[in-house]
């Protein structure tokens, strides 16, 4: 028997907010997190693209310093969004073997890596820190939330690119469905704003080049757009199944209805532009909530702001939901946060559950002049959902072709 996963905690960590209200709140206020950076590398290496979304509270500003030091950002990013999220959910008191973690990254510890390195032919092997495979590991974030609230069930990690946090959440349902756990904590994590990645993307012309107005410079849907914003940081949520969540009388976010996760087989960094896979994904998850397209009320998109990336996933949509994809609320929110890579996903599906909780589709700043070849409805306002039942898709899709959808229903006890 198909059983009803909700939600009963949420964590953030990210470019627009400390804290998951927080991050939420400027959200619905149209705040941008993306700023220049100001680091000497920036000029060291004349960086032709010289902002990134930064989360907004660093994490070693909540990690005691000795927990920080042993774990790259990205782990302490996953931990700081985890143990929110944990506590949210009023700390569940389930047993060690029934409490799982699902964690995903794109990149994992590259800060770690590298330093590693530049350490070894600066100053000998000697040098190098015995911990450096355990911080680079892109497992390591999982085995800090599992360590840290001693979840043993098991603690598992993804890596599918920019698809990664929301496969995470996904898997974490279909581990909840199979019975492997009672408690499962979702999310994903990244802190690549390194100079070696921001080059690599900038070489592949995959960023937006806006030095001169970096907060306007995501702007996905727009006729301008020039490409996307590195982002980081982390977003967690505890899954639990319904019935385990009113057995000890936890509030309840939304429901997470089903997913689905494809492959394109198509190209490394280019979706396919008829939308196979993204369409397929869709499809999936809305047979496993057990609806139809008509039912969706809001989309969460991936919409990158990238010049071929938006017009491919508006393709996709239009062929699910027919007439309807011009009126159906689309918030594309890393026009506000940067795109968190591995971390996205997770982030955007978190402003899902509150999107459908509270009624409200989240602004995308930044657009002025829609483009002509994505007729979308997107908000650039807070758009009221309605009173009645809500049904959104938080979409991903990363290099690799990887597609990972979540649909998210409104709970109404």
């Given amino acids: 028997m198909s059983k009803k996963i909700v939600v009963t905690g949420i964590g953030a960590s990210s470019p627009i907010g400390g804290t998951a209200s927080e991050s939420w709140e400027s959200l619905l206020a149209g705040e941008s997190g993306v700023r220049t950076l100001e680091y000497d590398w920036v000029e060291k290496y004349d960086l032709a693209v010289k902002f990134a979304g930064q989360a907004r509270v660093k994490p070693s500003e909540v990690l005691a310093r000795p927990v920080a030091k042993r774990l790259d950002p990205s782990s302490q990013f996953a931990l700081v969004a985890a143990m929110e999220a944990f506590a949210d959910a009023g700390s569940p008191e389930v047993p060690s073997e029934r409490l799982g973690v699902d964690w995903a990254t794109g990149i994992g510890g590259v800060w770690s890596l590298l330093d590693a390195w530049d350490t070894l032919r600066e100053s000998g092997p000697r040098r190098v820190m015995p911990l450096t495979v355990p911080m680079l590991m892109p497992n390591a974030p999982a085995a800090a939330v599992s360590m840290h609230l001693e979840a043993r069930a098991y603690a598992r990690t993804v890596a599918s690119a920019c698809a990664s946090s929301t496969e995470s959440i996904h898997n974490a349902f279909e581990h909840l469905q199979a019975g492997l756990a009672d408690v499962v904590i979702a999310g994903g994590s990244e802190a690549a704003i390194h100079p070696i990645t921001i080059t690599s ?50 509030k309840i976010y939304a429901e997470i209805a089903g997913g689905g996760v494809t492959a394109d087989s198509y190209h490394i960094t280019a979706n396919d532009p008829e939308g196979h896979g ?37 393709t996709a949509l239009a ?57 979308l409805s997107v908000s650039v306002d807070p758009q009221p959902l309605g009173d009645g039942p809500q049904l959104a898709l938080s979409n991903s899709f990363g290099f690799g072709g990887h597609n990972a959808v979540v649909a998210i229903r409104s709970y109404d006890a």
């Fill in 278 to 314: 993204a369409i397929r994904a869709i499809e999936l998850a809305l047979a496993q909530a057990g609806a139809t397209a008509d039912e969706v009320t809001h989309v969460n998109a991936h919409a990158t702001s990238t010049p071929v990336g938006d017009p491919n996933e508006y």
């Fill in 319 to 375: 062929k699910v939901f027919g007439d309807r994809v011009n009126t159906i609320p689309v918030s594309a929110t890393k026009a506000a946060t940067g795109h968190l890579l591995g971390g996205t996903g997770a982030l955007e599906a978190l402003f899902t559950v509150l999107a459908v909780k509270n009624r409200v589709a989240p602004p995308t700043i930044n657009l002025v002049n829609q483009d002509p070849a994505t007729p």
């Fill in 201 to 250: 993307f900038n070489s592949m012309q995959a960023l937006s080049k806006r030095n001169d107005s970096p907060e306007t410079a995501s702007r996905p849907y727009s006729i301008d757009r020039d490409g996307f914003v590195m982002g980081e940081g982390a977003a967690a949520l505890v899954l639990e199944t319904e019935e385990h969540a009113l057995a000890r009388g936890a």
